[in-house]
């Protein structure tokens, strides 16, 4: 390899650099190394393959872009892996099992529910590995070092949509597949049933008959020994016959007091992943995407505000959209920033409402309309003046737990009912004027964001 081609490696991958995040560049780049450059193409290492399909699937055309730019025209890509992949003859492959008769629409009783498909997963900065890992498991399940494939965090964060959406997705590449979804508190109670009927050979042999196991919440097995015990086997005898194993925990497995030292040694031979909770650009996307599908009409002003107020679990989030569009239907109201902070006060707390201070509506307020504080605190009438007053009496009023009274004597001093005639006057104008509106509007959204 001469130097030359080397530079101009070095060329693509600032360009590069310059266009991704630097964390993405640290896990996809960093890694990669030049092996060859051709006439007409180039050849890059990869550690590992799930490495390349991330490559190909989320940074082809840049990666192009970047080659075409260094090496001063356009070059194929080859990738090569550095690792010796396992070679598909040790593990068995997936039966053939296509070519069996089956009736058109039969579902193998596989506990899937097809609401959990990868297209209504938001991926995100949180989720966006485990995402990926668990979409390439269904393309070369049991083929690949994700075996098992474990994925964990706390509640609400998609573990369960992630493993169901697996699963849909290998049942949609072979539908003859014995996938099969178990939380671990019905693979417990399907293993006490069977000692009680005198059934365990029946129940070993179901377990070892899927071709894909999908256990969700293992955490449930800590302390229940013979439990262990049987999974222990199960997980052998399907990791031996190269079947794809997913798990998912509420913690990293080692922190699984109770669990098998054995267990979670087999478990750590594969893949653990987590999810981290999602970041507020995902949050966005999550509660757009619901609200859309739910016909749920919400402006962005909202879709922020509720993004802002709940922080981590994304079942929390959806639940409060329901709600919310529950009330709103129930009561026929629109939903609005001040039915969105009941909902919020009523169903999560007081604390995950942004706490926006009346001297923080003051500053902005001052600040935009250019009037000066010490104006809007004193005796002046001025239209401007006082219009602007009115404003930061009605937004206080709207985005702070002050009371009226406290609205007035903060604002120079005036009695409670200058505020509902504020309050009411600025309400009025609400509805009348458009640009009003959107600019009483645009304050909400914009104080919301001082909160967190
Ligand atoms: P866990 O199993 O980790 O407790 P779930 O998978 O049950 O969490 O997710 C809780 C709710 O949030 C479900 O309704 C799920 O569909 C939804 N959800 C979680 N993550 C996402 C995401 N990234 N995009 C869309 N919906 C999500
Ligand atoms: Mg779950």
Redesign the pocket.
Known sequence: MSDTMQEEWLKALSYIRSRVEDTAFQTWFDCVKLNTVEDESITLIVPNRFHYEWLESKYRHLINDAIKEAFKKPLIVNYSVILTERTSDSIPKFKESGRRAIPPGYHRPSNLNDR?VFE???E?KG?QFARAAAISVTDKPGQTYFNPLLIY?S???????LLQAAGNRMLRKNRALKVLYITGEKFMLDFIGSLQQNKSSEFTKFYRNVDMLLLDDVQFFVGKEQTQEQFFHLFNDLYQKGKQIIL?TDRHPRKLIGLQERLISRFQSGLITDINP?DLETRIA?IM?EAKHTGLDLEYSIVEFVARSISGD??VM?SLLVRLQALSTLKNIDIDINLCRDVIRENIGESNLQSITYLQILNYISKDLKVSKKLLLGKSRSQDVASARQIIMFLTRKLTNLSLKNIGKELGGRDHSTVIHACKLVDERVKDDVSFSKMIKKYITDLSRFGN
């Open positions: 959990y209504n997963f938001i995100g989720n965090s509640p609400g964060l998609g573990k369960t949509h998912t999602p999550i995407n994304i079942r959806k």
